[in-house]
C-alpha cells in the first residue's frame, strides 16, 4: 500500500494531498487494482469511459484512429500515469484513445461515481482537476490556431502535434502515404518526398504503412 501511495503522490490529481488524506480517500472508495498482461487491452477507442485508469507499474500504448479509420497514431507510456480524467465527464464521455499495456502492468481503476461522492469532497483534488482539464483545453485551444498553411513538412508536423497527447519521445504513424496524403490535401508524390528526405535526415524510418518516428520533438524543432 505504501508504493501505491507514492505513485498516486506523484500524479497531478493527486498533488498536494498529505498522506493522511489519501489514506482517508482510499478508505472510502473500493479500491480495484488489477494485473494486465502485455498486450491486453485496457480500453478501446470510443467505449463509455467510467473510470479514471491510474498506471501504477509497466506502460501502456495510447493510440488514436482517424474519423476514417486509415490513420492510427501511437505513443508510450510509463508508470505513474492517468488516463480518462479528460473525458470522464462533459458532452461525450468516451474514451479518446485505445490503451493498450505495453508490458506487464498495474492499474488502479476509479470510477466516475466514487469520484463524485467521495474525492469532490477534497477541496485539493477539486482544484487539481480543474487545473488539469483547463491546462488541456488550453493546450487543444492553442493547436486550433496553428496555421495548416506552408510547405508539406510544416502541416505535416502540425497533423502530429494535434494528434499526440506529448510532444516527445517515440511516435508511430500507421496507414500508408495514401491516406496520409489524404488527410494533408496533399499528392501523394509530396508526402513521399517529403518522408523520404526525412528518413535521410535521421528523423523518422519508413516500412510499408508504418512511420516510425524515433524523436518527435527533434522533428519539431528541424521542420
Known sequence: MDTIYEQLLQLPLFQGH????LTAMLAKIKV??????QGQTIARQDDPCHHIVFLLQGQVSLSRTSLHKDLTFTEHFEAPNAFGSDTIFGLRQNFSHTITARSDARILMLSKQNIVDHLFAYEV???N???HLTTRIQRSSSLLWASDEGDTLHRFVTLLKRNYLYHGGPKQLD???VALARMLGEPRIHISRMLNTLETRGLVTLTRKHINIPHLEQLIANQ
Not at 480495484?32 to 498482461?37: A, L, P, Q, S
Open 175 to 177: 496507414g500508408g502515404m
Open 129 to 131: 482537476m480543474l487545473n
Open 18 to 21: 498529505s498522506r493522511e488524506d
Open 32 to 37: 480495484d487494482i488489477r494485473t494486465i498482461r
Open 125 to 127: 483534488f477539486r482544484y
